[in-house]
């Protein structure tokens, strides 16, 4: 007697999801395979094993909810046990292969930030920052769990599909008119009524955006930034015009020039051209506020291994020692701190001046390495130059 019936049918949600599911699974097993030194493929792997995940916790809650058709009658007992135990081994897989590569990122000592297909920053998972450093074991680990995970998942694959097929050709009722849809047009068995989308996606979703909230929640403590040393001395007697001034940092990636500015930054200037050695000025940065044009960048800039904005949301600059050095220039030493490290660099600079209003743009270089910034994952400067060049434009008038 034919098991076939409108009960022996999956839901048109479990059909879009298996298929969704095997597409994404295929595209991520290539991606892992030819994605080194590729930064925008490595995101993209990223991007969608956390897809995965939460696609995998809604299809458990839709199963749970909406249970599978039965197998076929004539299916012999070994191979029901062999199909229950893949599928259950398929699952296991679709949860611990995603979250080991989520711990993997949040354990490297690299902290590259993870931006979720260029859009929403992800958090590294929680109490991981203590196991960044020394803890080669742990990432050996962490790290075959992942990678030797999606030979097993192959494996399960390559059962999964022959199983399927023998059951189509041979003398059971065949299971993949069950889950290919329109494939045998009317003799396609009816998919049944399905129940429980709201709790099956919904729950999904909600962990999701939790998790995704964190960053915007710890950016949002963060403490305004602290006035730089000095600044309660410089007197200052020019207003800066902020909407036409900007302070920016140059180097080169990857034999590329980039480039980026601070959004947020205030400035106490005390500049006396008759006299210089009454003149000081003192900046404060707030580091967070570094913005590159490319997310993934501005992410990565703000984690500990860069800015380490959390613990240093300020960087400050000092500006001494003016001299003269020609008509409308100068030079001044820029002393730098930034993550505890102060650093001093010289710095020349233009200033032109049409009654009080002065236009100014200068330049010093700092090095990533006296300011322990990259100095774990690229502390050569194969990746990213050491030296960088900060810059600052525009406008300020005479006050008094």
Known sequence: MSSSSPASRYTAVAIALHWAMAFLLLFMIWLGW???DNEVRYQLHKSVGITLLFLTVARIAWRLLNPPPPLPDDMKPYERQLSHFVQIVFYAMMVIIPLAGWLLVSISPFQISTVLFGTVDWPHLPFT??????????????????SKGAWVIIVLLGLHVAGAVKHEIGSEDGVLKRMVPGL?????????PARGALVAFGSSIILFAIIAAFPLIGSGGASAPAAPAGAESAQGNWAV?????????????????????FTKWNADVAFYPEDLAASSVAVTVETASASTGTKLYDSTLREGEWFSTAAFPAATVALTDFQSTGPDAYSATAT????????????AFTLTMEGDVADLSGSA???RKALDLGQVSDAGGSWVSDEITVSVSGKATRIN
């Open 365 to 367: 270089v700092f090095s």
């Open 34 to 36: 030819n994605m080194d």
């Open 241 to 261: 015009d902020y909407a036409q001034s900007e302070i920016r940092f140059t180097g080169i990636y990857d034999g590329k020039e980039f480039s980026g500015v």
């Open 336 to 347: 730098m701190t930034l993550k505890g490290k102060e650093v001093s660099a010289p710095l």
């Open 129 to 146: 920052s203590g196991l960044r450093q020394g803890n080669e074991l742990l990432h050996g680990i962490v790290e075959n769990i992942h």
């Open 184 to 192: 045998f047009g009317k003799t396609s068995p009816p998919s049944p």
